[in-house]
C-alpha cells in the first residue's frame, strides 16, 4: 500500500512560481508511475503532469506546458511539480496520484492512479 502526502500549497502572484512536493510512503516507489491532478472550484479533476517510473517519460496537459516541470527523487520517495509564470486559472487544489506501472506511457485518465494523497490548495492572486 502507498501513502501520499503533498505539500508546497499556498498563495502567489501571477507570474510566480511555486514547487509542489509529494512524499510517498509504504510502498516500492521507483516501481511507479506518478502524476499530478488538480480540480478548481466548480470543474472537474484534470490530469496535469505525468512521469515514468525511471522519470525518462513525461506528458504535460497543454495548459501548463512549458511553465510546469514534473520531476521524481526515487531515492527520497519524493515527486515535485515546479510551477512558473503561474496564471490565475492554475489556482485549483492539486493532487498527486500514483500507477502501479514500470512503462514508458503516461496515462491521463483519472481511474488509471489507484493511490491518491490528500490535495494542496494553490491559490494565484492577480
Known amino acids: 500500500q502507498v501513502q501520499l502526502v503533498e505539500s508546497g500549497g499556498g498563495l502567489v502572484q501571477a507570474g510566480g512560481s511555486l514547487r509542489l512536493s509529494c512524499a510517498a510512503s509504504?510502498?516500492?516507489?521507483?516501481?511507479?508511475?506518478m502524476g499530478w491532478f488538480r480540480q478548481a472550484p466548480g470543474k472537474e479533476r484534470e490530469f496535469v503532469a505525468g512521469?515514468?517510473?525511471?522519470?525518462?517519460?513525461?506528458a504535460y496537459s497543454n495548459s501548463v506546458k512549458g511553465r510546469f516541470t514534473i520531476s521524481r527523487e526515487n531515492a527520497r520517495n519524493r515527486v515535485y511539480l515546479q510551477m512558473n509564470s503561474v496564471k490565475s486559472e492554475d489556482t485549483a487544489v492539486y493532487y498527486c496520484?500514483?500507477?502501479?506501472?514500470?512503462?514508458?506511457?503516461?496515462?491521463?485518465?483519472?481511474?488509471?492512479?489507484?493511490?491518491w494523497g490528500q490535495g494542496t490548495q494553490v491559490t494565484v492572486s492577480s
Open positions: 496520484a500514483a500507477r502501479n506501472y514500470a512503462g514508458y506511457a503516461i496515462k491521463r485518465q483519472e481511474y488509471e492512479y489507484a493511490y
Open positions: 509504504g510502498g516500492s516507489f521507483s516501481s511507479y508511475a
Open positions: 512521469i515514468s517510473w525511471t522519470g525518462g517519460t513525461t
